[in-house]
């Protein structure tokens, strides 16, 4: 069993059933429907939700199967609304370490994630302070591109916008700009705010420095302010230019925020968000394979 043992696989099955069955559908969005014998959720469920395949998750509630991946266990804590304590319980049962808060593993607080559930006619994520995407919307996906498969420095955006070109195609190039002065004066606040000797805060900036003159010039600047409300300009690669207000909600201890995206007032943006619900994902990774180009993964 990938060095798990026989007992820690049993106790991980029966702790996933044990919270499957608390959680009623309304609860993550789901509809109850009919036929339902039990008030909660169904096996098949809990994989749509945590990206899995049934028989794959029945086979973890059976304590069969392979060891999960520690991003399997992520999908499925947000999944199961855990707490932060059961959380860190379940990386343990699979013999998987716990994560530190901050990466694209952290644990999304569940009012958040409830929160970000109940969005469900505008773009809504929630990142960490480091600008990680830990978890998105299907409207944000289709304005964003999808991040989930992003891992190490290159999950944070701020480290791919100073390091990828690419991650730039999101904004106009007449914004850049003021996008980079933003970030840097963010990631500055962000810094203060954590531990001094937060690795990951501080392997970032020293690979910043190292790597991108422009933000070793910004950060020279000493530039401190929170990103709270944005009005952007984002260039869709089918829809075109989308004028949004970017509004967040931090978290208590400020490492996470709520971003959603509102039509920008006086522009036609409300009509475009709206058409982004139409176009979705699948028309819009057509058109940048065909474009030659991979957006898609770097908003």
């Known amino acids: ?16 059933r044990s919270r499957r069955e608390r959680i009623r559908p309304a609860d993550v969005g789901l509809p109850a429907g009919p036929r339902r014998r039990v008030p909660g ?5 809990v994989a749509q939700l945590a990206g899995a395949s049934v028989d794959y998750y029945n086979e973890l509630e059976r304590g069969a199967g392979s ?6 266990i992520a999908a499925l804590a947000r999944a199961l609304r855990l707490s932060g304590d059961e959380r860190d319980y379940l990386y343990r049962l699979a013999d998987r370490p716990v994560p530190v808060q901050g990466g694209p593993a952290s644990h999304v607080h569940p009012g958040m994630l409830d929160l970000l559930g109940r969005m469900t006619s505008t773009p809504a994520q929630v990142i960490t302070d480091l600008h990680v995407t830990l978890v998105q919307n299907p409207l944000a996906v289709a304005l964003l591109g999808d991040q989930s498969g992003l891992r190490g420095p ?18 106009p190039e007449a914004d850049h700009e003021t996008q980079s002065r933003a970030f840097v004066a963010d990631l500055r606040a962000a810094a203060a705010r954590r531990d001094a000797k937060d ?15 422009e933000f070793a010039a910004l950060w020279a600047d000493h530039e401190v302010a929170f990103r709270r409300d944005d009005r952007k300009r984002l260039l869709h ?3 075109g230019l989308i004028e949004v207000n970017c509004l967040n909600l931090f978290s208590e201890d400020g490492r996470q925020r709520l971003l959603w995206f509102t039509p920008a007032v006086g522009t036609e943006s409300a009509g475009l968000l709206e058409l982004l619900a139409v176009v979705g994902t699948q028309e819009v990774s057509a058109a940048t394979r065909t474009a030659g180009r991979s957006p898609r993964r770097q908003g």
């Open 67 to 72: 060891q999960p991946s520690e991003q399997m």
């Open 199 to 213: 690795p990951e805060t501080g392997s970032m900036i020293r690979t910043l420095l190292d790597v991108s003159p």
């Open 1 to 16: 069993m990938d060095g798990m043992s026989a007992v820690k696989y049993a106790e991980l099955g029966a702790f996933l």
């Open 237 to 239: 690669p089918v829809i």
């Open 154 to 171: 290159r999950a944070s955006f701020v480290h791919r916008w100073f390091t990828e070109p690419e991650a730039r195609l999101l904004y």
């Open 41 to 45: 959720l169904r096996r098949e469920e």
